[in-house]
């Protein structure tokens, strides 16, 4: 793997620190200093403008537009929506001595920003050289409520060394930032207006009608005399601060952000008074008062989700960025959201979730906050009849859930991969097993669960067919999760998936059958289920075409797989990367070359169904095929290493995953954050390190330890017990901080968790 990485910032085991203004970092930055609350997230741009490269970001979980793609063919998607760039609610301007701010103009020294994971406050600090003399230190500070999803706030300080005059200041709401996928703003202003000391506007997407309230306050110390400013796109006001030599002057901005996807076109006045109504809450709120509340949250998330390094300072702060992000891209508090690829951090991806959110994100969810794993499921309930239209338009029954989306609806325009993956459903139906296995939440299981399971079933069952030669079921004319692998037959993954899937649908009917005779009746008649379609699943489970070599232990990823050209990966020249910016389309698919896993992947799912044997053998073959052109792949593998043992393995595979976009080792952190690599990482550990296996009857744990760490810990949310638990070099620590006991399996010895706690000693061929 050709990664390097690209180190600027400073390590601190709770803060991102960058010291010293880089423009051409800048939008590396601006992504890594982004600040989110699942329902709003910001970059960590220049509030006061910035007149160099820059990507000004403002987005809203679930707020799209939409664009017409051309159509050829039956089946394929005539349009796609994306997230859409909205209001910019931290816009300022300011000007002393007749200067413009500006960091690519104006002359600062003693620059630094910070990002605090224990507040969640974004700061920024420097010194204003201004051209006409005089000095002033500027301090910007801004927060996202992670206690009021609509609430965020900015604070900026001045304070003078030797400036006497006058500060000008323009601060406000814009509409008009460039959404920069489009080329274009895509936003109009439809109704605008003040209450009290609030000035306010509705925005509206210009094609989708989504429809976003935004409301700002000025507070300050000092006696403010503002001239409210309106243009085209932008509420604001002007004022001016005195600052004297030697003193100091600030104000604070409060924002109330409301979005209303409902599209109903006559409801503006009702948008505006429920608006209006949030923001009277917050009349006498302070920055402080934010501050204060923003900072208990963190405490409360640290005692219960914090991962502890002794020995690695950089990955004790990576892993701790990831947490951090994770919380503050999703946290269930608005069922019907899900996660994007870039969370809500940039455009690429154009802010849809894939697959990754059921197989990469949600173990952090079920093991961290529940009530977000079930946030994430109620998402892909909500959207069904979406995905029981686009089975329709691909001549299928049931539900076909997409392979990219933002509300449900298909939102890849490449057929090979909307029409041809089919990974999602099954992705689905894994976690709602998983979801049940771990929190058992039988009331969503019998309803919500059940519903999404038999559409899916259906689908499946249509979908595939009947091998003339082999006389099993499989599917034909597919992509796996390996995306280098285009129109093949049979792929491993997703028949055995499938296979799964029809298995677990029948489990759930027995069950209910035997718990909820009734419920289970009502909901089969609503929609028509037959004892033949469980009869057939049953038979196509039975029957599903698995191809696997027993003299190897091999599983074939698809039909012809053994018989492609080899490739060796190790030869491709690092400028060749990433392949699908430097290799003709139909060259990468001439290969038995993997982009990411495939086969590993469902044996990491149902791990412990297979013999270390098997999962040696399939390791040896797949991993010298894998270029890991994908942010996903290296976790896998080093969660698969560590189990066979193979300990510098593991930790090359693991070194640069709690640090993917701290040190921009893709060179794309620019883009937006990899969200779903996150989730990879602290899989990494828990699952990698921690050698935890969730998908077997009982919760088990086989933990090493790296050579370059003197110990660990973690905590997981299990059946609502915190679980602890502590590796050193030698012996392991596991307690419970809260619940009640739990019974779990460490090292294959079954063992009652309490507080009191269970102490083992590590195996010698479990330390690096």
């Not at 003693?110 to 005089?134: A, C, I, V």
């Not at 990469?360 to 109620?378: D, G, I, M, Q």
Request: net charge negative; hydrophobic share 35%.
């Amino acid at each position: 793997m050709a990664k390097v990485a690209d180190k600027y910032l400073q390590v601190d085991p709770w803060a991102v620190v960058e010291e010293e203004f880089d423009a051409a970092r800048n939008r590396v930055s601006e992504s890594i200093f982004s600040l989110g609350n699942e329902y709003m997230g910001v970059r960590g741009y220049p509030e006061e403008g910035y007149g160099g490269d820059s990507l000004l970001g403002s987005y809203f979980n679930g707020l799209y537009e939409e664009m017409k793609v051309n159509a050829h063919y039956k089946g394929t998607i005539s349009k796609l929506r994306f997230m859409v760039n909205a209001v910019d609610w931290l816009y300022t301007r300011i000007s002393a001595g007749g200067e413009m701010l500006d960091l690519a103009q104006s002359q600062i020294s003693n620059f630094t920003r910070r990002l605090d994971f224990k507040t969640g406050e974004y700061e920024r600090r420097f010194d204003w050289h201004l051209s006409g003399g005089g000095t002033i230190s500027v301090r910007f500070r801004r927060l996202v409520s992670m206690t009021n999803s609509h609430l965020g706030i900015q604070r900026i300080e001045f304070q003078s060394d030797d400036y006497d005059g006058e500060i000008s200041i323009r601060t406000g709401l814009d509409f008009s930032p460039v959404h920069e996928d489009q080329g274009r703003n895509l936003w109009q202003v439809i109704h605008r207006g003040r209450q009290g000391d609030w000035m306010g506007m509705v925005g509206q997407t210009v094609t989708t009608g989504n429809r976003l309230f935004t409301t700002f306050v000025i507070r300050s110390d000092e006696t403010l005399h503002t001239i409210p400013v309106e243009e085209e796109k932008l509420a604001g006001v002007d004022f001016a601060l005195r600052l004297g030599a030697g003193g100091s002057a600030g104000f604070t901005k409060l924002v109330i952000n409301y979005a209303d996807k409902g599209n109903k076109v006559d409801e503006v006045e009702t948008l505006w008074d429920t608006g209006y109504k949030v923001a009277s809450l917050y009349e006498g709120t302070t920055y402080d008062d934010v501050l204060t509340e923003q900072t208990a949250y963190w405490t409360r998330i640290w005692e219960q989700s914090d991962i502890e390094i002794q020995g690695d300072p950089e990955n004790q702060q990576g892993i701790r960025y990831c947490i951090f992000q994770l919380y503050q891209t999703y946290r269930g508090d608005n069922p019907g959201f899900n996660i994007g690829a870039k969370g809500l951090t940039g455009e690429a991806y154009r802010g849809l979730a894939f697959w990754d959110t059921e197989t990469y994100c949600l173990p952090f969810y079920l093991f961290n906050n529940p009530k977000a794993a079930r946030s994430l499921l109620e998402f892909r309930y909500k959207s069904l009849s979406h995905a029981l239209e686009r089975a329709r338009e691909v001549d299928c029954q049931g539900a076909f859930y997409p392979i990219a989306t933002i509300d449900g609806t298909e939102s890849c325009d490449l057929w090979q991969h909307a029409n041809l993956q089919l990974q999602v459903g099954t992705a689905v139906g894994y976690a709602i097993w998983h979801y049940d296995k771990l929190v058992g939440d039988k009331p969503f299981l019998y309803g919500e669960g059940m519903e999404m399971l038999l559409q899916l079933s259906r689908f499946y069952e249509s979908r595939g067919q009947w091998g003339p030669r082999t006389g099993k079921f499989g599917y034909y004319g597919v992509m796996g999760p390996d995306e280098f692998q285009l129109m093949v037959n049979n792929n491993c993954y997703l028949n055995i998936m499938a296979k799964k899937l029809f298995e677990y649908t029948i489990a759930v009917a027995e069950e209910m059958e035997r718990e909820a005779p009734t419920k289970l009746h009502t909901l089969t008649e609503r929609l028509g289920v037959t004892e033949d379609e469980y009869r057939t699943w049953a038979h196509l489970a039975e029957n599903m075409y698995i191809p696997y070599d027993t003299a190897s232990q091999v599983f074939e990823q698809h039909d012809g797989f053994f018989d492609m050209p080899n490739i060796d990966v190790d030869t491709i020249p690092v400028e060749d990367f990433p392949l699908y910016h430097n290799w003709s389309y139909d060259r990468i698919y001439r290969y038995d070359m993997v982009k990411q896993p495939d086969v590993l992947m469902f044996m990491f799912l149902y791990n412990t169904e297979y013999t270390l044997a098997q999962k040696q053998a399939n390791y040896d073959y797949y991993e010298p095929r894998c270029i890991h052109e994908s942010s996903l792949s290296p976790s896998i593998h080093s969660i698969f290493a560590s189990e066979l043992g193979r300990h510098d393995e593991a930790y090359r595979f693991f070194e640069f995953a709690t640090r993917l976009d701290l040190d921009n080792y893709n060179r794309n952190t620019r883009e937006g954050l990899h969200t779903t690599s996150i989730a990879a990482a602290w899989m990494n550990i828990v699952y990698g390190f921690g050698g935890m296996r969730s998908d077997g009857e009982q919760l088990q744990f086989e933990p090493s330890i790296p050579v370059r760490w003197d110990s660990y810990s973690f905590q997981i949310t299990y059946r609502g017990t915190v679980v602890h638990v502590r590796v050193t070099r030698e012996e392991v620590t596991v307690r419970s901080l809260s619940g009640e006991p739990v019974e779990l399996l460490l090292y294959g010895r079954a063992c009652r968790i309490d507080a009191d706690g269970v102490v083992a000693p590590i195996p010698a061929d479990r330390v690096d």
